[in-house]
């Protein structure tokens, strides 16, 4: 079949998405137009980026492919994917926002006052995004050769490329528009062809060939080995785990207010119930028609593949092309929001070359493409885990990390910074271990294996008692400012209140020798007119 018109239709989207951007460069003159667009995306605006941003190769492709291969049990996946949103909306969206923080180091800063929960916290984003940025660019990959044969490498540097040209110029205010189109693509991408391919399934007689997988497995839940095990782990890593990706949480940060972050993540649950119905419907018609793909160990490309089983000629090259160009926007999408969240922490803490604004932007910028070329070099030596596994696996990272921190700093008071640390360097560190080896292909038997398969099970649940009987041990060492911190948080903005003063703008232009007391705390983002009385032994001057 002749799949020139998906290239083009592939080079389109990308035209058109630096187009966007272009139009957000004009909008881009501050820092904080670069980090989260100056607090005044609008609602509906904000959870069309957000969703699109989040429906990533997983949710484009990966998601029919695991339908396809493994049945009703990976239902879990759409399900567990759109109620974490639904956790983020109950428990953290509107005190997020009214935190005042650009990211989630700068919230952990603001919390626990500690120095090294910040660096803990930024290893931890980088690390979280670079895990999600291989499966974005496995996925652009598998995508272009599908549909021309070319090696893998091609379609993930054509999206490294065109992630690039779009975050660079704009910083947020261009991604925030890119991604807001990319969600309305995606979505039509998929319904569009839709109509026709049901049709012709319609118009099929006979059983479904069964392949390479059992029709008992694939229509019963919960058979085979630890199934119920794994089928709890993927739901606690993708309810939770949504919380703790910093590409999601970073959004949250561009509302005007709690109450817009609010009605945000009520607007992004709509966009995602809308659009979770369609690539389940995708993979129970790959059942019926590329049933083969599981057997050639190519079930992610069941999408892309569809038409070319139900339809001969121009029919099925214009359908291929309009799903190809939805697959790329899910690439590119994702791509650009993960490169924004992770090159702002890798610019603000753990690099700072200079200071000040033009200083700021220019290493935001060379940031920007030592993350692209990291993920592309880890998406080369890594082994071919399936797109929708991989994030997965990321998702559990974050819901053993970010998330326990995020809920009992938000809303038990008795979070200390030890306790913090402790509780994500654990969590962190089991859940960590697991995708490195899942992703580059370290076998291991038993129970052990399957662990390492669904970590979130164990590490989740130990994350949470690491932090809780660390803190207990720890009180005395609890966050001076913690009172007014909590204020800050629940308070809704129209009332006066005394919410502290800390200003995370003061922590990026802070001198590097800036002092630290001895205990790892550290408040440089906070005006000394606002600070409560020091209890006796400590110091904390600003640099």
Known sequence: MNNSASIVAVILVSIASLVVGAFGLRLSRTMSDFYVASRGVSPVLNASAISGEYLSAASFLGVAGLILARGVDMLWLPIGWTAGYLLLLVFVAAPLRRSGAYTLPDFAQLRLESVVARRVSS????????????????????????????????????????????????????????????YWLKLLALLTP?????????????????????????????????????????????????????????????????????????????????????????????????????????????????????????????????????????????????????????????????????????????????????????TVVSAGVPVAHAVELTFAVAASTFCPMLLLGIWWRGLTSRGAIAGMVVGGGLSMGAVVT?????????????????????????????????????????????????VRLHAPEHIDLNRGSFHPERWYRRPPSAEVTADGTQHPAYDRAGETARRPGTTARRG
């Open 194 to 378: 839709l109509f026709l391919l049901l049709g012709a399934v319609g118009d099929r007689t006979g059983d479904p060939d069964v392949g390479a997988v059992f029709v008992r497995d694939w229509v019963e839940p919960l058979q085979g080995d630890h199934a119920l095990y794994l089928t709890y782990s993927l739901v606690l890593a993708t309810f939770f785990g949504t919380m703790g990706l910093p590409h999601v949480v970073v959004r949250f940060y561009t509302n005007p207010d709690g109450r817009a972050a609010r009605r945000t993540t009520l607007s992004v649950l709509v966009l995602l119930s809308a659009f979770y119905l369609l690539p389940v419907v995708y993979g129970v018609i790959g059942r019926y028609v590329a049933s083969d793909l599981v057997a050639a160990g190519r079930a992610d490309s069941v999408v892309l593949e569809l038409p070319s089983r139900l339809f001969d000629g121009p029919v099925a090259e214009g359908l291929t092309a309009v799903l190809a160009a939805g697959a790329f926007a899910a690439f590119l999408s994702t791509s650009t929001g993960l490169v924004v969240s992770v090159a702002g922490v890798v610019s603000q803490d753990l690099v700072r070359w200079g200071a000040g604004h033009r200083q700021g932007i220019r290493t935001f910028r060379l940031t920007t493409v030592a993350v692209v070329a990291g993920a592309l070099l880890l």
């Open 438 to 486: 899942t992703i580059f292909g370290i076998a291991a038997g038993g129970w052990f294996g399957v662990v390492l398969t669904q970590p979130a099970a164990v590490s989740v649940p130990l994350a949470f008692a690491t932090m809780v009987l660390v803190s207990l041990a720890t009180r005395s060492r609890a966050p001076e400012h913690v009172a007014q911190t909590m």
């Open 123 to 182: 290893l931890l984003v980088v690390a979280i995004g670079l895990l999600y940025l291989i499966p974005q660019f496995q996925g652009a990959g598998l995508t272009l050769r599908t549909l021309t044969g070319a090696p893998s490498w091609v379609g993930q540097l054509a999206v490294a490329v065109v992630v690039c040209l779009n975050v660079l110029p704009g910083g947020m205010r261009s991604v925030t528009l890119v991604q807001a189109f990319h």
